[in-house]
């Protein structure tokens, strides 16, 4: 299954100090929401996260207000484990980082080869522009699609 991968420059353009961060579900951020956030330094998501998770764990003490504290608790572990690394993107872009490259590929060791590998021949990382070809491939043809539609959209 490929995951993607965001490469972040630092304001210096340093590529030997470049960020690659997996853009995807955490589990360790799902399981220890605010410990994750302060081991990546994200100081207020942390108190925000240990503050509902205080309340959350206030409410499942009540009577009656159990499945709310539980709920609670579950939503901000989702949250966090969904958003974290969204989070550290951007506290980093906050700080200057610029985002260079988003590449999908099965493993965080493929996705940096492709990406310095990239860097170092000197290819271009965006998208080709694709041109039309001149000349009779140029031409719309009367073929249709499964015999329904012609290319040019009008019906045969």
Do not use: C
């Not at 901000?76 to 590929?105: K, P």
């Not at 965006?126 to 043809?141: F, I, L, R, T, V």
């Amino acid at each position: 299954m490929a995951s993607s991968y965001v490469f972040l420059v630092p304001p210096d353009d340093q590529r030997q100090d470049t960020r690659t961060i997996r853009d995807g579900f955490s589990w360790l951020a799902f399981f220890f929401p605010w410990i994750w956030l302060l081991a990546h330094r994200l100081w207020l998501h942390a108190i925000i996260a240990f503050v509902l998770q205080a309340i959350s764990g206030v409410l499942m003490e009540q009577p009656g207000f159990g499945p709310a504290g539980l709920a609670l608790a579950f939503a901000v572990n989702l949250f966090v484990g969904f958003e974290g690394q969204n989070f550290r993107i951007r506290n980093l872009a906050s700080r200057g980082w610029r985002e260079e490259a988003a590449i999908g590929a099965s493993s965080i060791d493929l996705a940096e080869e492709i990406y310095f590998s990239n860097i170092e021949t000197g290819a271009n990382l965006k998208a080709p522009e694709w041109n039309q070809a001149s000349g009779p491939q140029a031409q719309q043809g009367n073929s249709t699609s499964l015999g329904l539609f012609g290319f040019d959209g009008g019906r045969k």
